[in-house]
DNA sequence: TCAAATCGTTTACAGTTGTAAATATCTACA
DNA sequence: TGTAGATATTTACAACTGTAAACGATTTGA
């Protein structure tokens, strides 16, 4: 019963940081994305409150405080998310995707050497 | 004053008819949607009006009809939404990005051939 | 010329999202 | 044991989205 539903752009980046350092609390999760973002505690907790909701996020009581961790996998979330950017804004055609994200970013020698191996593994379709 | 606002989900599928079809009428755009949604023609009609509001579209009457066409450039639009995607779900980094999408998706020979080249072509950075 | 069809504009409405304050609960010190 | 402080839960609210009907103007076939 994992997933069913998808997650916002802010609540990705609550789930970031709770993938990253899980099992947390809500104090440890404001914390860490204050240094990035300016929400308030108040904010975050919502956050935290939706994504309990949409089954994202679980937590088990500690004392008086939460422990928080994801529920389901971030694989699925990020292929989620990945396949619907893909269909619409490049019409569901990879590699023109992909073309972009070369194109437009910067990649040292060491990482196109990575991407190299990484097309010499991978198993031509017919 | 091109491109101040994001597009949303929906609002994608009518741009990509119109960079596709351009100059094109309501009509024809509801048409070649048809074909893949199931928006009534009223939908359509608020998403075109959206999209002129948000200045992405515009158009210019022709007869008693009008004819739209795209405001500023697609690729504008596609770098925008590509750099949100690349920061919300893999946390700005680009080659585990293009390492989901080769590894998730069937590439042909010819594709595979294309990308390597591709990479030949990229400079690295320092 | 009158009604029907066609266009574009307004209005509608519920669900999601970003942003946060108000309130209720609980723990722990004094 | 009562109260301050921390925690979590509710409530708030405007903007954006998906989805579409209602309305008003205009063109055109009968």
Redesign the pocket.
Known sequence: MTDR???????WQVMNVVWENQPI???GIIQILALK????P??V??????L?K?GVLE?E?E??????RAAGNKTSQIRKASKSFLETVFNGQTVPLLTHFVKSHRLSEQEIAELRKLLDGKEAAR
Chains 1, 2 share one sequence.
Do not use: M, V
């Open positions: 539903i998808g997650i916002s752009d802010a609540e609390t809500a104090q973002q300016k929400w308030s108040a904010t907790r919502t956050f935290l409150h939706r309990t949409k937590f009581p004392g008086n405080r939460y422990l928080y």
